[in-house]
């Protein structure tokens, strides 16, 4: 299998100021790596498909400028969540595939 | 794009019995049919996966069926217990890493005791 780590596991914020989330392949060179978010009570929805060394390919109705995805390695990805509103508020969680899905332990984003 | 409807959206039934959770998905080359078990603030555990090259898979009191014509996927749990609670996600995709899961819409099961 795939380990995969993401921090911080919770964040708190103010309305205006921006977030980033990591998230790491530790033993699995992952030229794809999934960013989603989960709402209170809801299912997984898929924010963005983030690729190695490209521009991440974003799903129709989340924004690509608000919501910053970098890719730089086969081991890390970030999610940047620019000028946070309380709507954002959310658990965000990404994600490695082999064939089986591996997450990291997701991040409760709390913009107060 | 792929699109998985899930039901029930709440189950709930006493400890011992049976759980029967279904799913049906629209793309038909989706062939990877996982089922995950969520507690509150925490990440998705996978308990059971199915290929479209099976019809049915038994890992002890967790079941999942497949079928791939009518386009439809079911979890079945035998002999409940409490910690069994939890929400259950279905989800649907191609089999290769390059593919995003499409998730269903949950289902939160409660196993009386």
């Known amino acids: 299998g795939a380990v995969v780590s993401q921090h911080p596991s919770w964040v708190i914020c103010k309305s205006g100021t921006s977030v980033k989330i990591e998230c790491r392949s530790l033993d699995f060179q992952a030229t794809t790596m999934f960013w989603y978010r989960q709402f209170p009570k809801q299912s997984l929805m898929l924010m963005a498909t983030?690729?190695?060394?490209?521009?991440?390919?974003?799903e129709q109705g989340v924004e690509k400028d608000k919501f910053l995805i970098n890719h730089a390695s086969l081991t890390l990805s970030t999610l940047t969540v620019t000028s946070a509103h309380p709507e954002d508020s959310s658990f965000y969680i990404c994600s490695v595939r082999i064939s089986e899905a591996f997450f990291g332990q997701g991040t409760r984003l709390t913009v107060v | 794009g792929e699109n998985v409807e899930q039901h029930p959206s709440t189950l709930s039934v006493q400890e011992g019995d049976s759980a029967v959770i279904k799913c049906t998905y629209s793309?038909?080359?989706?062939?990877?049919f996982p089922w995950y078990k969520q507690e509150l603030g925490k990440r998705p555990q996978l308990i059971i996966d199915?290929?479209?090259?099976?019809g049915e898979k038994k890992d002890q009191r967790i079941a999942v069926t497949l079928n791939k014509t009518a386009k439809h996927f079911s979890l079945h749990i035998t002999e409940t217990q409490p910690e069994d609670s939890a929400v259950y996600f279905c989800a649907a995709s191609m089999d290769t890493g390059r593919r995003a899961l499409t998730f269903g819409s949950g289902t939160r099961l409660q196993v009386q005791p």
């Open positions: 983030s690729n190695e060394g490209s521009k991440a390919t974003y």
């Open positions: 793309d038909s080359a989706s062939n990877y």
């Open positions: 199915i290929r479209s090259n099976v």
